[in-house]
């Protein structure tokens, strides 16, 4: 496995949070009927603290959006 690590390139790289999360949803369209009507209303800038580290901002407007999420027993995504 080891061989793979850096073999694979992005076609295209998404650094904005918000287009982030739209690619998502058009790969994943059943996601869209879980999105919250609110955002959650984390504290980020408190749970960072406590952590001591930042996390992605694509992150953190998916856990805002959805309620804890598992793709395919691969990706578990929660708060």
Same mark, same amino acid.
């Given at each position: 496995?080891?061989?793979?690590?850096?073999?694979?390139?992005?076609?295209?790289?998404?650094?904005?949070?918000? *287009?982030?999360?739209?690619?998502?949803?058009?790969?994943?369209? &059943?996601?869209?009927?879980?999105?919250?009507?609110?955002? *959650?209303?984390?504290?980020?800038? &408190?749970? &960072?603290?406590?952590?001591?580290?930042?996390?992605? *901002?694509?992150?953190?407007?998916?856990? &805002?959006?959805?309620?804890?999420?598992?793709?395919?027993?691969?990706?578990?995504?929660?708060?």
């Amino acid at each position: 496995m080891d061989a793979l690590i850096n073999t694979r390139v992005p076609h295209r790289r998404l650094t904005d949070p918000a *287009s982030a999360v739209a690619a998502l949803e058009r790969v994943a369209p &059943e996601l869209a009927r879980f999105r919250r009507t609110d955002p *959650s209303g984390v504290d980020w800038a &408190e749970v &960072e603290e406590c952590l001591g580290v930042g996390l992605p *901002s694509d992150y953190k407007l998916l856990a &805002e959006a959805y309620p804890s999420v598992v793709f395919g027993d691969f990706l578990f995504v929660g708060r």
